[in-house]
């Protein structure tokens, strides 16, 4: 020890306490950082680390009866970019050379807009195929992150699109089926917490805390898509030929209140949806469904069916007609083409569509009656097909203050009360079915990871006697058939219907409707047809029956429904 | 003892780089081993070259150490060359050997220091000469460090003058002189931070780190969350999130954070025992070495290990600015590595053909080398 103290020189002494009291602060450092400021660190680090994501399982497609997809979810990629990789000019520029084509962008535009970004990663572009995500995996452009989304669509192309409707961004259904079964189709989306690192990704061994999504399933709907094509290829002809503002047209299967087309316009196309557009919402809904017209003259069925269940008349019951008919506490009605007919029968009255006839009937009725039928038809109530924004019908009733006598009579004509399509077509059907009220529905079945749900046909409630419906359906094919040159009639089948003519009552629009159906022994079809607003003809019997008659035979052979050698074939020249 | 200490550094230093390296070696080569395996090559390297040195004795060095600054120079001038020097991160510091590819400055620090030390120990009555002592040291020194700015390397650059300037202090410098040498050191830190806004940010960074968290403060202010998110007991081995892509450059000049992040105040500290732990043994060398020349080649590679793990730790920990200087024997780089451990053993030849308290007896009998003892007492004599 001796030896080597005498080398330890002041300026040794000096260097060492220099480094002794570095190391000392450096120990303070250390203490201050990870002891005394440790919570704060640790917040900080649990803030950047910790990421909140919204996860879920594809999306369940929607399938039509027979299985034919018209939703589906593909794979797609979000493309996002860390502006903080491109920092250098040169792997910018490379990078926004390798990935401005493929996304269709011009790579000047992509660079400018990634480095101008300052809030995190900027999204180049959403939902770009999967075929450009793998093209991008494989090239791994410096500081481009992909993230897996899936992106609806459309093998049917724009096949019943306000039906279907859409999605939004965060995959959440906002209008038609999709919305109304988001949870059946979207599952029930899981929240994950879950630390990821300076890219973004997750930590391979890093918690992840939350819940786990739940799958949903695909939707099989009553919907065929080749009659719902049909459908709409009438629609839209029929709209264009009547310079019409809308119209709707549903197809069922009035046994069992499967609706197997439902079109309306007007409507928007799927392929053309731009959700920006404000303007534009008021298209999304299933009209035939959510939006409610005066049905006119097809009401007569339900009032005729009511007396004939009363057991107040039968089809050969008749009355005398003169015209018009004196209501207390307004102007007297009138037949729609100011005729009188003298002493007509019940069947006559549905043939010649006679108002007098109608504020007859409901007054042998008496307005209670009257009311206990537009009840049990189901009007009063939504008809719950399972699709969101059904109204229940538009109408005074008696307990209402401002109803007079004169609603009893206009209503007994299909005046004065509004209905939506869904609630007229579901009503006559329980005409013709044997007097069931059934619930219409859209969806077959559900079917997905938590198992498999089908829709059964449900009876609301027995509307009118067994003896009834045939009845009616004995006259409304009457009306058709029994009436020469009208217009609904069909090649090789025997039908029934009845024509509506109608004003809007907060408009001067008049709707042309027909609701008729098809073989008379055994119904299998109906079809509710509904023009609004036809600039030639105001009238049911000239703008609607004739989408019938064409539309019926080609449905109907379809669905394998034989011709029954109606009586026009026979009486064919 | 200082071997032990440098081989428990070393082995803690590759696990260190494997687990703050995993991911980037994924990520960019798709191996999860790509940095830990070169950097176990060269600490293969390092450790060759340490047993080598340690076994002769050092004062041949002594005699090559014009040749060993001539090759350090040409490495330095040959860096700069375009198609020779390698450029990474927008600086020429490489240059490739096979796979291989190495800092020509890290080996120019060891030359420097055997050169410095030759030089003054030689000189030891021109020390204090302006003519013959200061301005020859000045000139000497600023070729070295000026090429290593124009890589640039500003940390090993200030690494360098520091420990030269160490030396010509320890070795009896004019405090004049020093006080010159300190107001050249200040007037060109200044010039050198006006004239790179890299290094303005920096002081900006640690001065106000805060007022851009995701610009100029990223760099300070994630190092910071990953040491003191550590707390006292750390995250555990391997735990680290930070090294997951938020500190930059976490295997190399940032592992410390790391280490501080996975072990925690207990595992800061204790690494920073273990270089203390080092620079004492070191400093026992330099007391017990047979000539000056032994003492400061001792007392540059202390001061250079020393230096560097305070600068470094001290960017982390925002006691000073910032400055891209590596952890020794922690932090990944090769070159480095195999530079400081080649450097061990010199300070482990000066300390095995020492006349110091332990090794007197040894010597005295095993070479009889007494006399080289007294020449070095008398050459302190002279220095005080």
């Known amino acids: ?46 803030e950047e680390h910790l990421h909140r ?61 990634v480095l101008a970004f300052e809030n995190g990663d900027y999204l180049a572009a959403r939902a770009v195929s999967a075929y450009a995500g793998l093209q991008l995996l494989e090239l791994a452009p410096v500081g481009v992150k992909l993230v897996e989304t899936g992106v609806r669509a459309y093998p049917e192309s724009d096949l019943a699109s306000s039906l279907l409707g859409f999605i939004g961004l965060d995959q959440v259904g906002l209008a038609g089926i999709e919305a109304a079964f988001d949870i059946e189709l979207g599952g029930v989306p899981g929240e994950v917490y879950f630390e990821r690192d300076g890219l973004g990704n997750p930590i391979p061994f890093g918690s992840r805390l939350g819940t786990e999504p739940v799958a949903g399933g695909d939707i099989r709907l009553t919907i065929d898509r080749y009659v719902q094509r049909l459908v709409e290829r009438s629609l839209a002809e029929a709209v264009e030929r009547h310079e019409a503002t809308g119209g709707s047209i549903i197809v069922m299967n009035p046994n069992t209140g499967a609706v197997l087309a439902v079109a309306s316009q007007p409507a928007y196309l799927l392929s053309e949806l731009d959700l920006t557009d404000e303007e534009d919402t008021g298209r999304y809904r299933p009209r035939a469904v959510t939006d409610v017209y005066p049905p006119g003259s097809v009401m007569k069925t339900i009032t005729m069916a009511a007396a004939i269940d009363r057991g107040l008349v039968t089809p050969g019951t008749t009355y005398v007609d003169n015209g018009r008919a004196e209501v207390e506490g307004g102007e007297p009605i009138l037949n729609w083409d100011f005729s009188a007919h003298g002493t007509t029968t019940m069947t006559e009255l549905l043939q010649f569509s006679l108002n007098t006839g109608a504020v007859w009937l409901s007054r042998l009725l008496g307005t209670d009656a009257f009311y206990e039928y537009i009840d049990r038809f189901g009007f009063r109530q939504p008809t719950n097909s399972g699709l969101g924004g059904e109204p229940s019908a538009l109408m005074r ?57 089908a829709y059964e046909p449900v009876v609301v409630r027995r509307a009118v006697a067994e003896q ?48 008729g159906f098809a073989p008379v022994a055994d119904p299998q079809m ?28 080609q449905i109907l052979s379809y669905l394998g429904v034989s011709p029954d050698g109606s009586a026009l074939i026979e009486r064919a020249p | 003892m200082i071997l032990g200490l440098v081989l428990a550094l070393l082995v803690l230093g590759l696990l260190l780089v494997y687990s703050s390296s995993f991911a980037l070696g994924i990520l960019a080569f798709d191996n999860a081993n790509y940095f830990v395996m070169r950097q176990g090559l060269w600490a293969v390297v390092g450790v060759a070259a340490m047993l080598a040195l340690m076994r002769f004795d050092y004062d041949w060095l002594r005699a090559v150490s014009p040749l060993l600054m001539l090759v350090a120079i040409i490495g330095l001038v040959a860096v700069l060359v375009p198609g020779i020097g390698l450029e990474r991160n927008g600086a020429q510091r490489w240059i490739s050997f ?32 302006f003519a013959l002592g200061f301005v020859p040291f000045v000139l000497m020194v600023g070729v070295v460090a000026g090429l290593v700015l124009l890589e640039p390397d500003t940390g090993t650059a200030a690494v360098l003058v520091l420990t030269t300037v160490t030396l010509f202090f320890i070795a009896g410098a004019s405090l004049t002189h020093l006080a010159a040498l300190v107001g050249i050191g200040s007037i060109s830190s200044m010039f050198l931070i006006l004239t790179a806004s890299y290094r303005a940010d920096r002081i900006v960074a640690f001065l106000g780190a805060e007022d851009d968290p995701t610009g100029i403060g990223f760099h300070t202010l994630q ?25 930059p450059g976490s295997h190399t000049d940032g592992v410390f954070a790391v280490l501080g992040e996975e072990l925690g105040l207990i595992g800061a500290v204790g690494v920073l025992m273990l270089f203390a732990f080092l620079i004492y043994r070191g400093f026992r060398v330099v007391l017990g070495a047979r000539d000056e020349f032994g003492a400061l080649l001792a007392t540059g590679i202390i001061c250079w290990i020393a ?35 080649a450097a061990i053993g010199i300070l482990l030849s000066v300390s095995k053909h020492a006349t110091g308290p332990r090794s007197v007896e040894r010597e005295r009998s095993g070479r009889g080398r007494s006399p080289t003892s007294g020449q070095a007492r008398g050459v302190q004599r002279g220095a005080r």
Not at chain 1, 13 to 39: K, P, T, W
Not at chain 1, 414 to 433: D, E, F, K, R, Y
Not at chain 2, 223 to 247: N, V, W
Not at chain 2, 311 to 330: D, Q, S, Y
Request: zero cysteines.
């Open chain 1, 397 to 453: 009733l008696p307990s209402d203050d401002d109803w007079y006598p004169v609603d009893l009579a206009t209503n007994s004509y299909g005046q004065g009360l509004s209905v939506t399509p869904l609630h007229m077509i579901t009503a006559v059907s329980a005409l013709v079915n044997g007097g069931l009220l059934m619930r219409p529905y859209l969806v077959e079945e559900v079917s997905g990871p938590v198992g498999r749900r």
């Open chain 1, 1 to 46: 020890m001796a030896r080597s103290s005498h080398r330890l020189t002041w300026r040794l002494l000096f260097l060492i306490l220099l480094l002794l009291v570095g190391m000392a602060g450096l120990v303070a450092r250390l203490v201050h950082v990870q002891v005394i400021d440790h919570e704060y660190y640790a917040a900080q680090a649990a």
């Open chain 1, 526 to 553: 109906i079809v509710l047809i509904k023009i609004d607003g036809p600039q030639d003809s105001p009238l049911g019997g000239v703008v609607a029956a004739p989408i019938f008659s064409e539309l019926a035979p």
């Open chain 2, 98 to 129: 096979g796979p291989l590819s190495g800092q020509p400055s890290e080996f120019a620090k060891l030359a420097l220091i055997i050169y410095v030390a030759a030089w003054l120990s030689g000189k030891e009555t021109y020390v204090k000469s």
């Open chain 2, 223 to 247: 190092l910071l969350i990953g040491l003191g998110s550590g707390g006292i007991t750390g995250l555990g081995p391997g735990a680290s999130r930070q090294k997951f892509f938020y500190i």
């Open chain 2, 307 to 341: 230096y560097q793990a305070l600068i470094n730790v001290g960017g982390i920990t925002r006691a000073i600015p910032m400055t891209g200087i590596p952890m020794p024997f922690l932090s990944y780089g090769g070159s480095a590595l195999a530079a400081l451990l």
């Open chain 1, 53 to 113: 994501t919204v996860v879920r399982e594809p999306r369940g497609a929607i399938l039509d009866r027979n299985g034919y997809p018209l939703a589906t979810t593909t794979a797609a990629f979000d493309v996002y970019v860390d502006p903080r990789s491109w920092a250098d000019p040169a792997t910018a520029f490379a990078g926004a050379a390798t990935l401005a084509p493929i996304l269709g962008r011009g790579a000047g535009d992509l660079l400018d807009a």
């Open chain 1, 468 to 515: 009834t419906s045939r009845t009616l359906v004995q006259m409304m094919n009457a009306v058709v058939d029994g009436t020469p040159g009208h217009l609904g009639q069909v090649a090789g089948y025997s039908v029934g219907g009845k024509t509506g003519t109608s004003t809007f009552a907060d408009s001067a629009e008049t709707v042309a409707s027909f609701v």
